[in-house]
């Protein structure tokens, strides 16, 4: 274990050194895109630079599904009632290596439901457990917090790609239609490889956490430094606008009415078959709503909430530009035909997977990564006959698998424990290796 963590924090400075930030990186891919649109595709330099530019606007409404994501699992974390039931299940941990396993097992439990419900969830349980149990070795509990950013997220409902092609109108619709998650995200191969993962992941918390003599304890004024949300006061003076902001009527109205839409659609559209990137968040969104109460503490929660978007904001029109440069010179035929040369129907899935999970170590965005990698992919999965669910379901799984590894999505939650990514690295790293060939052997098995 000493080695592992040697390793670990060594590849914690490579990271800190060598890799810059994502925008940084959004960059470097769209000159590299432009790059190789020109080099290898022959394009001419006028027509790359005006397909980049145009592809910027291309991806909007695929942008706002995404900073939706994120945006209405945030609010729902910081519901009363989602702290409480938190509070809860801290409580039910009775041993230190009982406490990391609970940790593990709910973060890819929250992390399946809605990653941006685990990213703030799971950091708040994270204080919750460290203060019922000081003896648990804190690093540990904070890289099991992140364990479901890194294998279930992609698998569950909020799912960036297998929802975006199961939702009409997606940009990939008139290739590949619209794919109905039976097909993708509840078919038995996902369910029972989710299924695995988790136990397998929750038992491996369970055995790594250290001998008590080298357990590393929270400091307590790290746990004295970790806030709450803390919603508005109800003001003493009364006015009809003040009453408004600090009834539950109007939310209760709304969310009623959320309630009986979500309902309706379900039932006229085949039930949990109808569910979509855009259903998704509408049920997220309704639930915070009701949840937070007053519509004073759901805009103190929203300002809160808004803060986590900029990367979304800033980078995905500049991966746009990158699908725009894809789109209009050719560079997907180029790439595909690269795919195929390399493949055969029953190896693609799987290489497909790793190929994923390395871009994914330096493009660290789920939604953006599927919107450069997706026409080339499924246009080699076409030419070799292999399924587009397929395809989508090895792109996915390989998007979250370097998550662990990577620090780009822990920097919310390292930001709320109080460490640095290369404190938690090496139980991740440990995680890594035992997750990716299992994961590797299945999408082997699944061509």
Known sequence: ME?????????GRFSARFVP???????????????????????????????????????????????????????????????????????LARTPRGTVALMAFVSMALAYINWGLSLVASAMLVRFMARRRPDVDYRLLVACAYFGLGATWHAGLSASAPLLVATPG???????????????????????????VVAGLTLLAWALHPKPENVVRVDPAVLEKLGDFVPPERPKETSPALWMDHSRLLNLIFGGLGLLWLGRHLWM?????????????????????????????????????AGVLHGIVLQFPLYAGIYGIF??????????????????????????????????????????????????????????????????LAYAWGDMATDLI???????LLGVARLEFKDILGFLLVAFLAYLPLVTLAFFLFG
Do not use: C
């Open 170 to 196: 997606h940009f990939l619709e008139k290739s590949i239609g619209v794919l109905p998650i039976d097909r993708t995200l509840f078919s038995p191969f996902n369910v029972g490889l989710t299924v695995v």
């Open 327 to 392: 789109k209009a010179t050719g560079l997907t035929d180029q790439i595909g035909e690269l795919f195929v040369s390399l493949s055969t129907r029953e190896t693609f899935p799987a290489i497909v997977y790793l190929y994923s999970g390395v871009v994914n170590y330096f493009v660290p965005s789920g939604g953006s990564k599927w919107a450069i990698e997706a026409p080339y992919l499924l246009d080699a999965a076409k030419t070799l006959g292999v399924a587009p669910e397929k395809v989508v």
């Open 406 to 412: 990577q620090p780009f999505w822990a920097l919310p």
């Open 21 to 91: 930030s994502a925008f940084a990186i959004a960059v470097l891919l769209s000159l590299l895109t432009m790059g190789l649109a020109m080099g290898w595709a022959g394009a001419a330099p006028p027509k790359v630079l005006d397909a980049w530019g145009g592809g910027f606007w291309e991806l909007l409404t695929f942008s706002m599904q995404m900073a939706l994501v994120m945006f209405t699992g945030y609010l729902l974390a910081l519901t009363r009632p989602v702290r409480m039931l938190l509070e809860r299940v801290a409580g």
């Open 3 to 11: 080695t592992l963590v040697r390793i670990a924090e060594g590849l």
């Open 269 to 305: 559209n085949g039930g949990w078959r109808a569910l979509n990137l855009n259903v998704v968040n509408f049920t997220f969104l309704i639930l915070a709503v009701l949840l937070h109460g007053t519509p004073a503490r759901l805009l103190k929660a929203s300002e809160e909430a």
